[in-house]
Every structure is written in structure tokens, then in C-alpha cells.
């Protein structure tokens, strides 16, 4: 039980950096290129990433419904991102015009490193939303990586590769809101009248459901 759960705890902040490190090196090496920087942050993200695997867990215990946990979860993380945008990195709308575009994919990319691993890893989940969640994510982080690599500078290819990070990732949230209702679908269809919902974010279903969904 306990080597299951480390594993888990492993393979959860992996993905959560996998998830978070094509944001970044637009953000820190193409952009800014600081290599140190992205260094940086990653094993800060690292630290996130394992606060916020047992702060999933909480959040289950103190919420019996799934669906809602997993909401509050991605809407708490990513409100936490933002504030750390806003107030450390200097990136509020106030401070610059252009990032009020960008706000909703900020928002997106710091829930993204908390609530993608679990919607990769659900056992309940979806395979169909899986692999189309995990295609979308790598499309459109190899295109606005490859724009902001290849179109110079000057001629605005960061800029650009910046309005394609924030597009992509807000449409995630097509995603999100799938994930979140095939998790409320799960509970009415598996959970009989009166019964407890089953708590824990990696709680089991019926595979059947599971694949109906995808």
C-alpha cells in the first residue's frame, strides 16, 4: 500500500511537470533565456506538485462528492497561480495591458499542473478523454513552440507563441468540464439513493462507465 502510494505520488508530480515544462521554456528559455531560471522554477513546481497531491486528499475527505472536490481543487490551484502571478512575478493586468488576454491561460496553466495528473491518472476516467486531452495538450504546446522558435523576435514570434499558449490553454477547460462531468455522471450511475459517495480522487468505478464516457 504504502510503495503503491509513492509510486502514485511520483507519477503524479512527473506529469505535473511534463504538463508544466512547455509553458516554461517559452516563458524562461525562449523568451528570456535563462536556463537557470527554468531550473528554478521546475523544482519549485516540483514542491507544488507534492503539497498539492495531499492537499487533493484533504480536499476529498473534508468533500464526499467527487466531481465538486476535483472543482474546488482545480478552481483553488488555480486561483493560487494567478495570485502568485499578480503578486511575485509582476504579471497583473495593472502592471501591463497585454496580459489581460493571458489571465484565463494563467489561470489554466497553473490548474493544469495540479488537475491534469489526476485526470491522466483516474482509473474512473475516461480513456477516450485521456487521449484526446493528452493530443490536444501536445499539438498545441509543439505549435506555439515552434512559433516562438522559428519566427524571429522582432516580427513577433514570442508575442505570438505567448497568444497560442494562452488560447490552447484555456480551451482545456473543454476538457476540465468533461473530466468534471463524467466524474458527477459516475457517482449518480455507480452511487445507489442514500449511499456515501466514494471519496478519494483516485476512488474506483465500474469500468463499464468509464468507457461509455469515453
Given at each position: 500500500?504504502?510503495r503503491?502510494s509513492i509510486?502514485?505520488?511520483?507519477v ?20 528570456r ?18 503539497v ?7 480536499i ?23 495570485a ?24 489554466t496553466?497553473?490548474?493544469?499542473m ?22 490536444f ?16 523576435r ?7 507563441g505567448f497568444i ?8 482545456l477547460?473543454y ?6 462531468r463524467?466524474?458527477?455522471a459516475n ?7 442514500g ?20
Open positions: 500500500m504504502i503503491q509510486k502514485r505520488l511520483c503524479f508530480i512527473l506529469l505535473g511537470l511534463l504538463l508544466a515544462a512547455p509553458g516554461e521554456v517559452l516563458n524562461q528559455i525562449l523568451a533565456n535563462d536556463v537557470r531560471a527554468f531550473r528554478t522554477t521546475m523544482i519549485s513546481y516540483s514542491i507544488l506538485l507534492f498539492g497531491f495531499f492537499v487533493g486528499k484533504v476529498a475527505l473534508l468533500i464526499k462528492h467527487r466531481a465538486r472536490a476535483m472543482i474546488i481543487y482545480y478552481l483553488g490551484f488555480g486561483s493560487l497561480g494567478l502568485v502571478e499578480w503578486l511575485l512575478l509582476g504579471n497583473a493586468p495593472s502592471v501591463d495591458p497585454f496580459q489581460v488576454i493571458t489571465q484565463p491561460g494563467m489561470f496553466f497553473w490548474g493544469t495540479l488537475l491534469g495528473p489526476h485526470l491522466i491518472m483516474d482509473p474512473a476516467g475516461a480513456p477516450g478523454l485521456r487521449r484526446s486531452f493528452i493530443r495538450f501536445t499539438a498545441f504546446s509543439a505549435i506555439y513552440l515552434l512559433v516562438a522558435a522559428i519566427i524571429p522582432n516580427r513577433g514570434g514570442i508575442y505570438f497560442i499558449f494562452a488560447a490552447g490553454s484555456t480551451w477547460n476538457f476540465y468540464v468533461k473530466y468534471f463524467m466524474l458527477k457517482e449518480s450511475i455507480v452511487q445507489p439513493p449511499a456515501k459517495a466514494e471519496k478519494g480522487f483516485s476512488a474506483e468505478t465500474t469500468s463499464d462507465v468509464s468507457r461509455h464516457q469515453g
